[in-house]
């Protein structure tokens, strides 16, 4: 039995993987959505980057999870590929959903060179916090009014030290078996630091055409990739 560990992007908890777990538990696999330290239900919680790395290495070992799929969404990619090698012979796969990859001494915001000051201004304006997403922010997404509405009025707003935290890896990224899920909307081409990564023989793309939240676009869908790539029937 496969054991899907869910982890959503900023500002989401557990919650934001509902639609998507139906059909990975109907397929006869574990499901375990899991809330990041500082958000959701676990909002209050004091959190840097490496609080989220080990909060899914935590969950992986308190549930005694072997065979284990690992997947992150968004900004969740960067603890998740750090938890990713922490976990040993645990792991069976990791899925990047449309997301950041971890790189050693780098941070979330190292990845947006021309975004960093804006969003480390807007992380200082919200007193620690990078401010929850308004609807303006989910357009052009292919999300409906009321997909936007679940997404935003779920959202609560992202600690901000795991965002400027840099990450540790203690070995290649590319030795993971991981599969990097792009969702064209969003933008139609991976970054390139994924593109490197996807030259190596343990990586593969897929492509979703809907926008940076598949979990509520298209769960159904996103759900057959979860299940193929850890190697199973829809």
Same mark, same amino acid.
Request: glycine letters at 12%.
């Given at each position: 039995?496969?054991? #899907?560990?869910?982890?959503?992007?900023?500002?989401?908890? !557990?919650?934001?993987?509902?639609?998507?777990?139906?059909?990975?538990?109907?397929?006869?696999?574990?499901?375990? *959505? =899991?809330? =990041?330290?500082?958000?959701?239900?676990?909002?209050?919680?004091?959190?840097?980057?490496?609080?989220?790395?080990?909060?899914?290495?935590?969950?992986?070992?308190?549930? /005694? =999870?072997?065979?284990?799929?690992?997947?992150?969404?968004?900004? !969740? /990619?960067?603890?998740? /590929?750090?938890?990713?090698?922490?976990?040993?012979?645990?792991?069976?796969?990791?899925?990047?959903?449309? $997301? $950041?990859?971890?790189?050693?001494?780098?941070? #979330?915001? !190292?990845?947006?060179?021309?975004?960093?000051?804006?969003?480390?201004?807007?992380?200082?304006?919200?007193?620690? #916090?990078? *401010?929850?997403?308004?609807?303006?922010?989910?357009?052009?997404?292919? @999300?409906?009014?009321?997909?936007?509405?679940?997404?935003?009025?779920? $959202?609560? *707003?992202?600690?901000?030290?795991?965002?400027?935290?840099?990450?540790?890896?203690?070995?290649?990224?590319?030795?993971?078996?991981?599969?990097?899920?792009?969702?064209?909307?969003?933008?139609?081409?991976?970054?390139?630091?994924?593109?490197? =990564?996807?030259?190596?023989?343990?990586?593969?793309?897929?492509?979703?055409?809907?926008?940076?939240?598949?979990?509520? $676009?298209?769960?159904?869908?996103?759900?057959?990739? @979860? @299940?193929?790539?850890?190697?199973?029937?829809?």
């Amino acid at each position: 039995m496969t054991q #899907f560990v869910l982890v959503a992007g900023a500002w989401l908890g !557990s919650w934001a993987w509902r639609d998507v777990e139906p059909d990975l538990r109907a397929a006869g696999h574990g499901v375990h *959505p =899991l809330t =990041l330290s500082g958000l959701a239900d676990k909002r209050g919680v004091a959190a840097g980057q490496q609080t989220h790395v080990q909060d899914i290495v935590d969950e992986v070992e308190r549930l /005694g =999870l072997r065979e284990v799929v690992l997947v992150g969404h968004s900004y !969740s /990619g960067i603890p998740v /590929g750090q938890a990713a090698e922490r976990i040993g012979d645990r792991l069976a796969h990791v899925v990047f959903v449309d $997301s $950041s990859v971890p790189a050693d001494g780098e941070s #979330f915001v !190292s990845g947006w060179p021309d975004g960093r000051a804006g969003v480390e201004a807007a992380i200082a304006a919200g007193g620690g #916090f990078w *401010p929850s997403p308004t609807p303006a922010d989910c357009e052009g997404q292919g @999300l409906t009014e009321e997909q936007i509405a679940r997404f935003v009025g779920g $959202s609560t *707003p992202h600690p901000g030290a795991t965002l400027t935290d840099t990450a540790v890896l203690a070995r290649p990224l590319s030795l993971l078996p991981a599969t990097y899920v792009k969702c064209l909307l969003d933008w139609p081409e991976p970054g390139p630091e994924v593109a490197e =990564l996807l030259t190596g023989e343990r990586w593969r793309l897929v492509t979703m055409d809907t926008g940076h939240w598949p979990m509520f $676009s298209q769960p159904r869908e996103l759900a057959r990739i @979860l @299940l193929d790539a850890a190697g199973t029937d829809a």
